[in-house]
Nanobody, 123 residues
Framework: QLQASGGGLVQAGGSLRLSCAGS????????MGWFRQAPGAEREFVAA????????YYSDSVKGRFTISRDNAKNTVYLQMNSLRPEDTAVYYC??????????????????WGQGTLVTVSS
């Protein structure tokens, strides 16, 4: 089970940190990803981190502004979001993928999903 939190309303240029706590499975065996879905749009990849935390991967739209990290001792993955823009407004989902060797940007490579947390960036 994955529980995402930390969303909210923020002004453009502001920051938020999302958290995703895992339970019921061996967290350190999963690659972890963050995705987002804006109203009327498809779910899109944001960032991913490898099992160890050493490898990360970002979409071009967030690279340099967002940072993904994990703490396996706490079964938690984080998404630090800086310099937020109105176009970052979406429901953000964390996801866990056990069966790929490398971090992935594909929705299909993640078996477990959190419930989502809403991020709204005002202009």
């Amino acid at each position: 089970q994955l529980q995402a939190s930390g969303g909210g309303l923020v002004q453009a240029g502001g920051s938020l940190r999302l958290s995703c706590a895992g339970s019921g499975r061996t967290f350190s065996r999963d690659n972890m990803g963050w995705f987002r879905q804006a109203p009327g749009a498809e779910r899109e990849f944001v960032a991913a981190v490898s099992r160890s935390g050493y490898s990360t991967y970002y979409s071009d739209s967030v690279k340099g502004r967002f940072t993904i990290s994990r703490d396996n001792a706490k079964n938690t993955v984080y998404l630090q979001m800086n310099s937020l823009r109105p176009e970052d407004t979406a429901v953000y989902y964390c996801a866990a993928g056990r069966y790929t060797v490398y971090v992935s940007e594909r929705v299909a490579d993640y078996e477990y999903w959190g419930q989502g947390t809403l991020v709204t960036v005002s202009s």
